[in-house]
């Protein structure tokens, strides 16, 4: 969404790094899906500074002075809310779905304030805080200016509902097992997500492999990049049966999908490496790769790269050779005529050729 982007942006120009979790309480009323990015975290992991070295010296140098690119590493936290779980079936067209973005930070509100006004974003207020709002292609994301350390953008509807709650002195998941086990994600990964917002049972009966995830009734779990890459996901089952039943059925589908003759290696590696299990109500799926083997990964991605772009590479034309002129034909012989019978006798007449 271009709109949401531009919000974003706006957001996380003008913000210099403070953590303030005081923004968990601007989300969702009605949330049923949580997720967090620790933005600094994950900028500050030994992963996020390779990448961004590879960055640099790949010459988009350039790129990260430009406004919003190069004050990313200040922001803090993201922490997104919604009584649905994004991009399913059942959540509706991505425009659409009910969002609420917490952006936590130190935030330079003047500079905010122009940067929305060069965009000729609306300004209005609600409940004394300052909202900007920009309507493009239907969507309309605003962004709510709270103080100097919280920035809260959502679809109006969303934005106002999570407002309304603050200004109540409500707190919408406090206690509640949802904000429990978010609480508890964000300590251990940079990237998380616990959502109890399943598709109903209709829907999932449509999706392929949707028996499977039948009496699916949430799921959680994250990415840390503290020592390379590690991915864990849980889903919460309705019992240990149907935990232990998704598990051995999805066993037997990375098995063919490791045999198949079309299967790519890289895909091979991957499976192999992936450790699936089920421990009770729970189905973990866990897969991770060390910062040296993620190091060869970019070495070699970087040589296709270069490969890719030197097969790319016109050859030169070679200089048109200066045209041979034709040769020069010989010039003929003078023609000679004998004229016989004459008085003064034989007579030679020559005959030049032109």
């Known amino acids: 969404m271009r709109t949401l982007g531009l919000f974003c942006v706006s957001a996380l120009c003008f913000a210099q790094p403070q953590s303030h979790p005081a923004a968990w309480r601007y989300i969702h009323p009605q949330a049923k899906t949580l997720i967090g990015v620790d933005v600094r975290a994950a900028i500050q992991s030994p992963l996020g500074q390779k990448l961004k070295t590879e960055f640099l010296n790949a010459g988009f140098r350039k790129t990260l002075s430009t406004p919003g690119v190069d004050l990313l590493e200040n922001v803090e936290k993201l922490l997104f809310s919604s009584p649905v779980l994004p991009n399913t079936p059942s959540a509706g067209k991505a425009d659409s779905q009910p969002v609420v973005i917490s952006v936590s930070g130190r935030f330079d509100l003047a500079k905010i304030r122009t940067f929305m006004r060069d965009k000729k974003a609306k300004e209005s207020t609600y409940k004394g805080i300052p909202v900007f709002s920009r309507v493009e292609k239907g969507t309309d994301i605003q962004l709510a200016l709270v103080n100097a350390q919280i920035v809260v953008l959502g679809d109006e509807r969303s934005l106002h509902a999570a407002l309304d709650l603050q200004a109540a002195g409500g707190a919408p998941l406090a206690g509640k097992p949802l904000f429990q086990r978010a609480t508890e994600l964000a300590t251990l990964y940079e990237i998380w997500v616990a959502s109890e917002a399943m598709p109903p049972d209709a829907?999932?009966?449509?999706?392929?492999?949707?028996?499977?995830?039948?009496?699916?009734?949430?799921?959680?779990?994250?990415?840390?990049?503290?020592?390379?890459?590690?991915?864990?996901?849980?889903?919460?089952?309705?019992?240990?049966?149907?935990?232990?039943?998704?598990?051995?059925?999805a066993r037997v589908l990375l098995q063919f999908a490791a045999m198949g003759p079309n299967s790519d290696k890289r895909v091979q590696d991957v499976l192999r490496k992936l450790r699936l299990d089920s421990d009770?109500?729970?189905?973990?799926?866990?897969?991770?790769?060390?910062?040296?083997?993620?190091?060869?990964?970019?070495?070699?991605?970087k040589g296709q790269v270069l490969q890719a772009a030197l097969r790319r590479t016109p050859a030169p034309t070679p200089a048109a050779a200066d045209p041979v002129p034709p040769?020069?034909?010989?010039?003929?012989?003078?023609?000679?005529v004998k004229i016989y019978g004459l008085s003064e006798g034989t007579r030679e007449v020559t005959i030049e050729s032109r």
Do not use: F, H
């Open 203 to 249: 829907t999932i009966s449509q999706m392929p492999g949707g028996n499977l995830l039948s009496g699916v009734l949430g799921l959680e779990g994250g990415i840390s990049l503290r020592e390379g890459v590690d991915l864990q996901l849980n889903l919460l089952t309705e019992s240990p049966a149907k935990a232990k039943e998704i598990a051995e059925a």
């Open 280 to 301: 009770g109500e729970r189905v973990s799926v866990a897969i991770g790769w060390p910062l040296t083997e993620i190091d060869q990964q970019i070495a070699a991605l």
């Open 327 to 336: 040769p020069t034909p010989a010039k003929p012989e003078p023609m000679v």
